[in-house]
């Protein structure tokens, strides 16, 4: 294994592995703090679509028109959109609902059936959660890797700024989790592993994307997946995220979080650029 490739790997690793300082606000949440919840809820919302629309979505649209012309490349980010919104509708149709008879949940609450649903749609919302971040996590880890392959100090300069935008994506996964499950511990590894993409794309990148990085319609794929993922995070975040964020606390509460998590992404998206 080079040199080259050893530093490229493990600065994409330590970047999507931040997820786990994100993923440690567990460790510091009471599970009984209902408003915290709504507001963090749609602060995940918020760095969703804000990524969606702000960063995936216009990224799509360069690759596609790399090689399409201007109008032909915006019909294809957008039906790349929508049918990422699509896929994961139909993923979210057909995943079963969790029962899950071993994880503790306090006595008073198995009394009242309304919460115990409110449990399990939580731990079904945080699974899709890392499965969107996981999936957007994997085209930030090869771009990372190629960055720090090309030129290393570029790419310590990526990595720490993916690092700093991947950890509110770390509280995206953990808290509702922590909620559904009231395991610190389960909420930790399914937030910290959501990050793991990263590495693999980076991986990926070095066997797969580097003899291909001449062929003209790779920009074809990628716009494809980028568009697709901006699809299935907005949907994630309109079926899902709000919803619930309403049902835990005030309009308001999760409308602050919607607002903080866009603000929050917005400064790290510009320490990337």
Do not use: W
């Not at 679509?49 to 216009?58: D, K, Q, T």
């Not at 509702?176 to 693999?200: D, N, Q, Y």
């Not at 919607?258 to 929050?264: A, L, R």
Request: charged content about 15%; some cysteine; proline content about 4%.
């Amino acid at each position: 294994m080079d040199g080259p490739f050893l530093t490229a790997f493990l600065l994409t690793a330590a970047a999507g592995l931040s997820t786990g300082i994100g993923s440690a606000l567990a460790f510091f949440t009471k599970r009984t703090n209902s408003k915290a919840l709504s507001y963090i809820l749609g602060f995940s919302a918020g760095v969703m679509i804000y990524v969606a629309f702000v960063e995936l979505f216009p990224a799509a649209l360069r690759n596609f028109t790399q090689t399409l012309l201007e109008r032909k490349a915006l019909l294809f980010t957008i039906l790349s959109f929508f049918g990422g919104m699509l896929c994961i509708a139909l993923i979210d149709k057909f995943i079963p609902s969790f029962e899950n008879p071993h994880e503790a949940i306090k006595i008073e609450d198995m009394e009242n059936k309304s919460k115990e649903q409110k449990y399990k749609k939580l731990y079904r919302m945080g699974i899709l959660t890392a499965l969107a971040l996981a999936i957007h996590n994997f085209p930030e880890g090869i771009a990372t890797f190629m960055a720090a392959m090309n030129d290393p100090q570029v790419g310590i300069a990526i990595a720490v700024a993916i690092a700093i935008h991947n950890i509110p994506e770390g509280i995206a996964v953990s808290v509702p989790i922590f909620f559904a499950t009231g395991s610190k511990r389960k909420a930790f590894f399914l937030s910290f592993t959501s990050g793991l993409a990263e590495p693999v794309g980076a991986a990926l990148a070095y066997l797969l994307l580097m003899p291909l990085l001449s062929h003209e319609h790779s920009g074809i794929a990628l716009g494809i997946i980028l568009a697709a993922v901006a699809g299935i995070m907005v949907f994630i975040s309109l079926d899902e995220l709000l919803p619930t964020a309403e049902e835990y606390g005030e309009h308001h509460i999760s409308i602050y979080g919607v607002v903080s998590g866009m603000v929050v992404m917005a400064f790290s998206l510009l320490i990337l650029a």
